[in-house]
């Protein structure tokens, strides 16, 4: 066998083991409240986020988009975003070190009318989907989106906030198993050395 064909096996294993199948469902996240109104108003404009609690006013938000018009006689107004790098939003980055140090955070669902709607420590607001790696957070896994869908509606009772997120990610190989795959290579490419004549 060429070298070139036995350098594309290894290639291909060790790509094997570093790649993954795409994004999947890591964990979700959802809450709903509804504020009271007079029966006199019509009309409000409202917003929503993820919050990144720190510390006593040190907070990071995500999907702090523009504020949204909804008035009482509209049909629900349905607003919906993904982030998938700092590109997206600034501090993308920061979710994604967060959501995996393996420390203790507080993670709210925020409105500024309705205050914190859902939250607390991670892994009380975090529905995890995925084989755990700590009972913390989602760490040993790499955040690779955060999707949010979240319906504002002006009801008879008042204004009534329902959201849901997706944080979509994948697993990130442990050294023992690329050592495996290293050693499996290394086997395959001297099994299939051509014999001398």
């Not at 944080?167 to 050395?193: D, E, K, W």
Request: hydrophobic share 40%; proline share 7%; aromatic share 12%.
């Amino acid at each position: 066998m060429k070298w070139t064909s036995r350098l594309a096996i290894v290639a291909v294993l060790f790509s094997l083991g570093e790649a993954d199948a795409g994004p999947v469902l890591l964990a979700t996240a959802s809450g709903e409240q509804t504020l009271p109104l007079p029966s006199f108003v019509d009309s409000v404009t409202t917003t929503s986020y993820l919050r990144y609690q720190r510390e006593a006013g040190v907070g990071f938000d995500l999907f702090d988009d523009e504020p949204v018009l909804v008035r009482r006689d509209d049909p629900p107004w349905t607003v919906y975003d993904s982030v998938g790098s700092s590109l997206d939003d600034p501090d993308f980055d920061v979710y994604a070190e967060f959501l995996t140090d393996g420390v203790y955070e507080l993670l709210f669902f925020f409105s500024p009318e309705l205050g914190a709607i859902n939250g607390g420590f991670e892994e009380e607001f975090l529905q995890v989907h995925v084989a755990p790696f700590s009972h913390v957070d989602l760490v040993g896994y790499r955040i690779d989106r955060i999707d949010q869908c979240v319906t504002y509606d002006v009801t008879d009772i008042g204004l009534h906030v329902d959201g849901r997120f997706e944080f979509y990610g994948s697993v990130i190989p442990c050294p023992p198993t690329l050592l495996l795959l290293a050693v499996g290579s290394f086997t395959l490419v001297r099994r299939v050395r051509p014999t001398k004549h």
